[in-house]
């Protein structure tokens, strides 16, 4: 069984600024491809960023890019969501995941899910 523990969700205003870590063991963060998803009220979880292990290659949703960066932390045995410019549609659970895929186009998980943080964005 795979825990990941996310942390730094919070509330904070349209155009600051979060960051998101998950804590996961190293052999995870090193041979998989962990990423971070969302799901904001009334809505379907839905891929936001990525980071492969083995090459530290990223790849992101449309509507994130050039606004979220995703990145290794390996002082904390972890990866990172730097999140800017935040808007309130950005309102969601982000959950911390193992094993996403691209498939068809759309970013799917085969591994595990963390128990997710609340980032509530105001006006």
């Known amino acids: 069984q795979v825990t990941l523990m996310e942390s730094g969700g919070g509330l904070v205003q349209a155009g600051g600024s979060l960051r998101l870590s998950c804590a996961a063991p190293r052999r995870l963060i090193s041979r998989s491809t962990m990423g971070w998803f969302r799901q904001a009220p009334g809505k379907e979880r839905e891929f936001v960023a990525a980071?492969?292990?083995?090459?530290?290659?990223?790849r992101y949703a449309d509507f994130v890019q050039g606004r979220f960066t995703i990145s290794r932390d390996d002082t904390k045995n972890g990866i990172s969501l730097q999140m800017n410019s935040l808007k309130p549609e950005d309102t969601a659970v982000y959950f911390c995941?193992?094993?996403?895929?691209?498939?068809?186009?759309?970013?799917?998980?085969?591994?595990?899910w963390g128990v997710g943080t609340q980032v509530t964005v105001s006006s």
């Open positions: 980071l492969a292990g083995s090459n530290g290659s990223t």
């Open positions: 995941v193992t094993d996403v895929r691209i498939v068809d186009g759309v970013g799917r998980v085969f591994g595990s």
